[in-house]
């Protein structure tokens, strides 16, 4: 066969493999779940569209760390512009939409509340508008959370528990969640929530107070004098590893559109996860004190490595969450395949060997 030929035919059979692949579009991408749920869409075929804001530079640390920054198809979208969104959603008409993108630190909520409503609950409404008015045949998952229940009405809580916010952050996804199930109800869209619990990782932001604790943990084995500053240490949460986490949102944009709840059923105090990350690190903490007085030793050391700060409390906590995954264990076969010991010990190894120069950790 003749070569200009051949390779003119190698170029038909990728353009044909590439127009016909399946495409996926994720609001977030940066971000821990985002950057996880890319890694695996990739590793299933699908083409990665990520978007990022205009007026920003995108940090693509988690990407680069995943080894897939090259792989994504990047589009600047701001979610809160309609008319933004409105083309991205017609002009890439994507299979599947995963709305990622949120406002999401709950003490960030309390400082700037309309932001928060703007981009969790605005942006939300503008990709369901979008998918209605273009009439794509797109499907949509939303990100929901378990801090949409807030000082919560029943122990565990599931699909069928009220909600009961208590941060303009779970006020703004309660009603972005209940939007979702009007647009599904009043307009057939194929649009899905997984109700997440919290769920960590390598790669989780530092502001949240399991990564401040593993890496500041890394520090103090490296040399840091000064002791870690928590705030309600008796906080009850059902932690969950987000690798585990984004499985369960591919499988629930792939079912009939509907609502789950996706957790570990089981719960952890601040506390404790604190004492199984310093285990980890090679210390041997122990708590003294009660309230704001309360304090951690380390016994080999003598040093104060933890301390309650009062700046750290919320002005309306949330003092306990347990989920219940049994609809989605049932329906959808999916349960968690890493439980909160296994979380601090990969968190914690990762943030020594970041801090030890072992492994670029690009910022994150």
Not at 310 to 329: C, M, T
Request: glycine fraction near 6%.
């Amino acid at each position: 066969m003749d070569m200009a030929l051949l390779k003119r035919l190698i170029y038909c059979i990728i353009n044909l493999i590439k127009n016909n692949m399946k495409s996926a579009l994720i609001t977030g991408i940066t971000g821990q779940d985002g950057a996880y749920l890319a890694k695996d869409l990739i590793s299933k075929g699908y083409k990665v569209y990520g978007t990022v804001r205009r007026s920003s530079t995108p940090k693509l640390g988690r990407l680069s760390l995943l080894g897939i920054q090259t792989k994504i198809d990047f589009i600047p979208l701001e979610i809160t512009e309609f008319s933004n969104v409105f083309y991205t959603i017609k002009d890439i008409k994507p299979d599947l939409i995963f709305n990622l993108a949120a406002q999401t630190f709950v003490e960030v909520s309390f400082k700037h509340p309309i932001l928060t409503t703007e981009i969790n609950y605005i942006g939300t409404l503008n990709l369901l508008e979008a998918i209605k008015i273009t009439g794509v045949k797109s499907k949509m998952y939303q990100a929901s959370t378990s801090e949409m229940y807030g000082e919560v009405l029943s122990k565990p809580q599931n699909e069928k528990t009220p909600f009961n916010p208590r941060s303009p952050y779970a006020v703004s996804k309660a009603a972005a969640h209940y939007l979702v199930s009007n647009y599904r109800e009043a307009y057939g869209i194929e649009a899905s929530t997984g109700i997440l619990f919290n769920h960590e990782s390598e790669i989780r932001g530092r502001e949240f107070v399991t990564r401040k604790i593993s890496y500041q943990l890394a520090e103090i084995i490296n040399g840091r004098d000064i002791p870690i500053q928590l705030g309600n240490l008796n906080s009850v949460r059902d932690w969950g590893y987000a690798p585990d986490f984004v499985k369960a949102m591919y499988l629930i944009i792939n079912h009939k559109p509907d609502d789950f709840v996706v957790s570990t059923n089981k719960t952890t105090t601040v506390r404790d996860f604190f004492k199984l990350c310093a285990v980890n690190a090679g210390l041997k903490p122990e708590f003294v004190g009660d309230g704001i007085n309360e304090k951690c030793y380390d016994r080999i050391s003598s040093k104060i490595i933890c301390e309650v700060n009062k700046k750290y409390y919320r002005p309306s906590d949330v003092d306990y969450l347990q989920g219940d995954y049994s609809k989605i264990n049932k329906e959808l076969g999916w349960s968690p395949d890493n439980d909160i010991q296994v979380i601090a010990e990969k968190m914690v190894r990762f943030d020594l060997d970041v801090l030890a120069g072992k492994v670029n950790n690009f910022g994150i």
